[in-house]
């Protein structure tokens, strides 16, 4: 990854066009050959930016033209798309090998949820027992399916964000689960992180059970004797 800081003017022409007047301003230029123009407000999303595939060419002036000393073309391969840097001054200009990113590892995603809420079953009610994760159905597999204190069967569905379809998700679940005469009846308990106000009132009506999933409790982070509420 290369990053400039220079005093320059930028153009963007193509399916619309734009201009960027004379500041100081950061230029990113990566590896996959996209190129950044980020000012130092704003967030994180750049002023303008050429995503690949795409080609830089960079032109070093020699004669006086107007201060400008060098001018980066970055032509958009498929399209007519041109970002066009005037460069007037550089204040710093380096190079960095960053090497392969191993991707972004979500946190508190579904499958840590489930992982997290099976070994710790008593969260949903004393003397619960699961009988086993991801349990097939005809139409795809439930999160987990329990026993109650009392035997009974419940099938679990468990979503970070809790909307309308996960409980139509859960429901069809549960109509296939009760035909079988070794499950049913089975109950049913919607459990997310959060849970959407139009989802917790179609829950209600069906007869599903709405639990709201505490991750960092699951985690053993949260320490509930340390808090005032």
């Known amino acids: 990854m290369r990053l400039v800081i220079a005093r320059c003017r930028v153009d963007y022409a193509g399916r619309l066009r734009a201009h960027l007047p004379l500041a100081t301003r950061l230029l990113v230029v990566k590896a996959d050959a996209s190129v950044l123009v980020h000012s130092d407000a704003g967030g994180y999303k750049p002023l303008m930016w050429m995503s690949p595939p795409c080609a830089l060419r960079v032109d070093v002036l020699t004669d006086d033209e107007g201060g ?18 005037h460069v007037y001054e550089v204040l710093h200009d380096s190079a960095h090998e960053l090497g392969v ?29 699961l009988v086993r994760r991801e349990h097939m159905t005809a139409i795809g597999p439930v999160d987990l399916l329990c026993r109650d204190q009392f035997g009974a069967s419940v099938a679990v569905e468990i979503k970070r ?67 005032l509420f």
């Open 101 to 129: 990113d191993p991707g972004l590892e979500k946190d508190g995603v579904e499958a840590h949820l489930q992982r997290l809420l099976a070994e710790q079953i008593h969260t949903l009610g004393p003397g619960w027992t």
């Open 161 to 227: 964000r809790g909307d309308i379809d996960g409980v139509e998700q859960l429901t069809r679940y549960l109509e296939l689960m009760n035909r079988d005469p070794h499950l049913a009846p089975v109950a049913g308990v919607f459990a997310a992180q959060e849970i959407k106000p139009q989802a917790r009132t179609l829950a209600t009506d069906r007869g599903i059970r709405c639990v709201t999933l505490d991750y960092q409790a699951l985690r053993g982070l949260d320490d509930a004797g340390s808090r």
């Open 68 to 85: 400008v000393t060098q001018v980066w073309t970055v032509q958009h391969a498929k399209t007519d798309d041109r970002l066009q840097v």
